[in-house]
């Protein structure tokens, strides 16, 4: 049930069609959020808002991250229908699966970049160039890190690379938006139910070459740690939230 404690506030969540943004997007929604659900498709982006009963305060916007004229077009299309950018959750991503450091392909390489860390900057600098015109000026930007921005797992360069840049993008845009009354943090999640995180259940490597399984704990947790967040007032921040599945091997890994 919503609460209302946005007070109809703005966001824009990235990659918000399954998965972390889709727990995201709900949790907004039922706050009472207006929410820009961007993701690659629409059908699932129109499911999400189909699912939250949430017509006429929420708006669906294909989006491809990787290019930064649709970016562009996704605030655009928000400002447009509401007038302004209160949140924008820098979610979308991408990874692939465990590959040899020797065998990843060039192409791959730079589609991982291209998606985790340009389009997060696309989204960075977008947020920027509107919350600081708007009136009243400021806002908020949460970055989706992981725990890979932290510690990497086997055979993964190209994801944990971009992770650990997000933490670099999360802390100069910290800096860079205190005079515009922005607020940046990052949160970084470690074993949510989704679909990429649905093979830690049958096994996944682990440092010492051995295959484990993982818990796992509901996306739907992460979707109120963000809500957390984004309901902060603009005085208060928090930098870097992780939340996780308790006995996931993190602390201790390798």
Known sequence: MATNASGGKVAIVTGGGTGIGKAAAMALLGDGWRVAVAGRRKEPLDAVIAEAN??????????????PASV????????KAWGRVD???NNAGMGLGATLLEDVSIEDWKRVVDTNLNGMFYGI???????????PKGGRIINNGSISAHAPRPNSIAYTATKHAVTGLTKTASLDGRKYDIAVGQIDIG???????ARMAKGVPQANGEIAIEPLMDANIVGQSVLYM???PLEANVLFHTVMS???PFVGRG
Do not use: I
């Open 230 to 232: 984004a309901n902060l």
């Open 191 to 197: 074993n949510a139910m989704t679909e990429l995180a």
């Open 54 to 67: 949430a017509a006429g305060r929420a708006l669906a916007v294909p989006t491809d991250v990787t290019d």
């Open 246 to 248: 308790t006995k996931m």
């Open 72 to 79: 562009e077009a996704l605030f655009a299309a928000t400002v």
């Open 87 to 89: 949140l924008l959750f």
């Open 125 to 135: 600098q977008q947020a920027f160039r509107v919350m600081k015109a708007q009136s």
